[in-house]
């Protein structure tokens, strides 16, 4: 499965990440990497450690044109080649370049304010050019955890619909408000389907019908490590077997009153898991998401499953796993990999509201709705937001800082939808 990864390019952090700290130690699929931006704005990701006796190299020096060992000054470049050995090359003056030992060196590029990595074999495709990342007029935020957990059941996760009906909507409302809680409109009918780049989930619950876009178009799980829902993308990158970078990219458009909006430079920051009593934290869908994925333990046991119904999709990408492992060993590529630069402009998902997220609303209109509020006013993701963060979102849409507040405990939100009479909790009808 580490070689089936590989072939797909991984957001690994984000580029507002390195405009104080330069070097970052970075644990990805199951290698200690170094990750640097040298003094030419260039990004690089090789071996952690020196090829000269195994320095660290998170303690490195920038320069120019690669990163310097701190601890005898040889020279990496961003291929992983040794370029110089400070001594060995004044004694041995003559001594050829190709006898520098050389590091492990990765592509990397830059999309849509996240660095992106590419472990595989060559050549290289391309780095997925989503249609949001060209969108204009918004706020996007990146957001950074670490789950002690394997990849694959956080990304089950993205094709499991009936979850929302319980640990966001029900288990958030008994949080919030008791046993007495109202209970979520129960889902009635679902269905999976297969594209291009990825699987849909579709799905009926008893506040809609069929003409709901929740049917018509569904949410996609993204192939191969991903999640999106209209205005931000979730991605599950393995740490190794045992633990996942979750990387969020999140994106809310300004009200159309704050028209034109062309953001500086997108902000990253590091999602907590646990509060200050260190217990898990469950006020955020993400958060409570985070519990579900690591109560199946470290790697799930998937011998002592007893699928459902509702487990279709779960099923659907488990076979396509394993076809895809069929046709790298016959040196095929596997799904959704991008190599035509033709196709990978501006690529469409389906999305929900679209057209909503993309063009906005007025102040006022978005106000009037409770969910557009909620969006508005509160990051209800993820818990954590710094208050940097904050007040740059709160400028950027117009409002004062002291308006924008953290979400309710329990409150699920996913991207804006118009709320539903009987549901137990409207910022989750997603």
């Not at 050019?129 to 059941?153: K, R």
């Not at 409109?185 to 999976?192: G, T």
Request: net charge negative.
């Amino acid at each position: 499965m580490g070689s089936l990864l590989r072939r797909y390019w991984m957001p690994i952090a984000g580029v507002s990440q390195f405009d104080e700290t330069p070097i970052k130690a970075i644990r990805l699929m199951g290698e200690e990497l170094v990750l640097y931006r040298d003094l030419s704005g260039n990004f690089g990701l090789i071996d952690r450690y020196c090829t000269h006796r195994r320095a660290d190299l998170s303690f490195g020096m920038v320069e120019k044109d690669g990163l310097r060992c701190s601890y005898h000054g040889w020279k990496f470049a961003g291929s992983g080649a040794c370029v110089e050995q400070p001594y060995e090359d004044v004694v041995f003056f003559d001594r050829p370049e190709r006898r520098r030992p050389k590091s492990v060196g990765y592509l990397v590029q830059v999309k849509g304010g996240l660095v992106w990595a590419y472990l595989g074999p060559q050549p290289a495709p391309l780095v997925p050019d989503w249609e949001l990342f060209s969108w204009e007029n918004g706020f996007a935020q990146i957001v950074i955890s670490e789950v002690p957990c394997n990849w694959l059941q956080c990304q089950e996760n993205s094709i499991d619909p009936v979850h929302f009906e319980w640990m966001h909507d029900n288990w958030g409302a008994r949080m919030r408000d008791g046993h007495d809680a109202a209970s979520s409109p129960r889902h009635l009918r679902l269905a999976f389907d297969e594209f291009e780049h990825g699987f849909t989930y579709k799905r009926i619950r008893e506040d809609t019908g069929e003409q709901d876009p929740s049917w018509t178009v569904g949410r996609v799980c993204l192939w191969p490590n991903a999640f999106f829902l209209g205005s931000h993308f979730e991605w599950r990158v393995p740490i190794d077997d045992e633990n996942t970078l979750s990387v969020t990219w999140h994106w809310t458009h300004v009200p159309k009153e704050r028209e034109p909006y062309k953001q500086a430079a997108i902000p990253t920051w590091i999602g907590p898991t646990h509060d200050a009593n260190a217990r898990w934290i469950t006020s955020h869908v993400m958060n409570q998401d985070f519990v579900a994925w690591v109560g199946q333990g470290r790697i799930a046991d998937r011998t002592r499953e007893h699928l459902g119904v509702s487990d279709g999709g779960i099923v659907m990408i488990r076979k396509r796993l394993l076809a895809d492992l069929a046709a790298i060993d016959a040196g095929q590529d596997p799904k959704g990999v991008i190599r035509d630069p033709a196709r990978n402009v501006r690529i469409e998902l389906p999305s929900v509201r679209r057209k909503l997220a993309r063009e906005g609303l007025t102040t006022a209109e978005i106000l009037a709705d409770p969910v557009h509020k909620q969006a508005l006013l509160s990051y209800a993701l993820q818990a954590g937001q710094p208050e940097w963060v904050r007040k740059q979102f709160a400028e950027a849409m117009g409002l004062e800082a002291q308006d924008y507040r953290g979400p309710l405990q329990g409150r699920a939100y996913m991207d804006p939808a118009p709320a539903r009479s009987g549901s137990a909790n409207p910022a989750a009808t997603t």
